[in-house]
């Protein structure tokens, strides 16, 4: 798939960063752009889970990292031309990658790994690799540690099953 010119900027002020099957790893939301489109440029599929309320945010978020357009341009839909053509390529582009996103407001462990498990096998019939499994989510309020610990504990068993790096996006 071609990459636009934004697409290539992205990548190319990036150092690599690597991601190992079976550890869970934290990173910077700044970084999520980058790690999208190593994983489509490389022709691996990304299964990317966004929880919480605040997942509307999260689309606003890279759409504006991905077409280098300020956040508040995007929200406000005040757009100019030269704007507008920008994340129409930056979607057509998301549009074609290999990119699966579920976006249920509140999913418990148990499902996603149903979820996970179901996407991996019809991605094997297809003849698709599943590079990448993120985990976006917004905690509202105080959140228990052993709460983040049981799922760290549960995205470690799915990463360490299907041999996929599994990282957690942290704001």
């Known amino acids: 798939m071609k990459k636009t010119a934004i697409q290539q900027n992205i990548l190319a002020d990036a150092s690599a960063k690597s991601i190992d099957v079976g550890a869970i790893t934290c990173l910077k939301k700044e970084d999520l752009p980058r790690m999208l489109l190593q994983n489509f440029s490389s022709n691996l599929a990304v299964a990317l889970f966004v929880c919480g309320k605040d997942r509307h945010d999260f689309y606003e978020y890279l759409l504006s990292e991905l077409t280098q357009i300020k956040l508040e341009r995007i929200q406000s839909g005040y757009l100019n031309k030269e704007e507008y053509s920008r994340c129409e390529e930056v979607l057509t582009y998301l ?19 149903k979820r996970v498990d179901r996407l991996s096998r019809e991605l094997t019939l297809q003849g698709i690799k599943l590079g990448l499994i993120v985990f976006w989510r917004a905690y509202e309020g105080e959140v228990d540690s052993s709460e983040k ?20 996006v942290k704001e």
């Open 149 to 168: 610990r049981k799922w760290q504990v549960e995205l470690q068993e799915i990463s360490l099953k299907l041999c996929v790096p599994v990282i957690m």
């Open 95 to 113: 549009s074609k990658s290999p990119l699966y996103i579920d976006d249920a407001v509140s999913l418990d462990i148990s499902e996603i790994k």
